[in-house]
């Protein structure tokens, strides 16, 4: 390959990982200096002297290996790209920081170098990862700093521009342009429009319990078995007055008695907790609530103490 070539397909690797994948030209020379290490600088794509004896060796800019050689070929195979074209080797090494987790986190810490040279050391050791018989730091070190001087000042940077933010609806610009309002203060009302906090979320309303649905739903004057709960007294005082002996069975007949819902459901399912005893106060309370039900089948009265 002819200097020409070289530079030609070093300049185009620089700027295309520059834009890319977000290094700057100090970091692109030290990757594009030792890839043009492990190609005898682009000329040749097949590994001329396997590690393995009879295996197929490393192919590409990158002389990839094994499966990563495997995977290299399928994909350029699946795009129909030639393995020996730019395309496809850029494209697959793009591909390879992009989607393979692994392969990403390794050259993340590309970006940590500030030298070429550190660059062209880090993405040989954690990416590339060849042989140490192959990795001759030195040569890398001369092929980077060749691209440094040679090729990296031919090359017009494109200037980085950072994200425009996002911009409010329609209807507010439009009516600060009806009122008047110029350049500087429209842009001004757009700003605090863009970056005012956002609107607290409200919080979801707790969910009562029984007894509180029968607080909420308590009349003014409260009956017998409200009198006897205590609607207006603390939820302590309430389960502390159940566990009194007898306060089941006071509370099931104050239900029966009481056409209040919200009442016999709180106290159906208190009641219902309390084990055997507590079924069958539960059960004598469903059987003098309903008047159709023969008197010969009411369970005997609950002795729960």
């Not at 890319?20 to 001329?48: C, I, K, N, W, Y």
């Not at 494209?91 to 500030?114: K, L, Q, S, W, Y």
């Not at 911009?167 to 001004?188: C, I, N």
């Not at 078995?225 to 566990?243: E, K, V």
Request: with cysteine; glycine share 6%; aromatic share 6%.
């Amino acid at each position: 390959m002819s200097p020409v070539e070289f530079n030609e397909i070093s300049s185009r690797l620089v700027s295309d990982t520059v834009r890319d994948l977000r290094l700057t030209p100090a970091q692109a020379s030290g990757v594009v200096g030792s890839s043009a290490h492990e190609t005898g600088g682009f000329q040749f794509m097949q590994e001329l002297r396997p590690v393995v004896q009879g295996s197929q060796g490393g192919y590409g800019f990158a002389q990839w290996t094994g499966g990563r050689r495997d995977n290299f070929e399928k994909w350029a195979k699946e795009r129909g790209l030639d393995i020996n074209s730019y395309e496809a080797n850029y494209g697959f090494m793009r591909h390879e920081i992009e989607t393979v987790p692994f392969e990403r986190r390794r050259f993340d810490e590309v970006r940590n170098a500030t030298t070429p040279g550190e660059a062209a050391k880090v993405f040989t050791e954690r990416w590339l990862r060849p042989d140490k018989d192959h990795v001759r730091m030195g040569d890398r070190v001369n092929w980077t700093n060749r691209i440094v001087n040679e090729v990296v000042p031919t090359i017009s940077f494109e200037p980085r521009v950072a994200p425009t933010p996002a911009t409010p609806s329609l209807p507010l610009q439009s009516a600060l342009l009806a009122r008047g309002a110029t350049d500087q203060a429209l842009q001004s009302a757009l700003n605090a429009r863009v970056n005012a906090p956002p609107m607290p979320r409200p919080r979801p309303q707790q969910s009562q319990s029984p007894l509180g649905a029968i607080d909420a739903a308590a009349p003014r004057q409260p009956s017998p078995a409200m009198a006897y709960l205590g609607p207006f007294a603390p939820r302590q005082q309430a389960q502390q007055d159940l566990t009194q002996p007898g306060a089941v069975q006071r509370s099931v007949q104050a239900a029966s008695q009481s056409q209040n819902p919200a009442l016999q459901a709180a106290l159906s399912a208190r009641v219902s907790g309390r084990g055997r005893h507590g079924r069958q106060c539960l059960r004598a309370m469903q059987a003098r609530t309903a008047p159709s039900q023969p008197a010969a089948r009411l369970p005997r009265p609950c002795r729960h103490r």
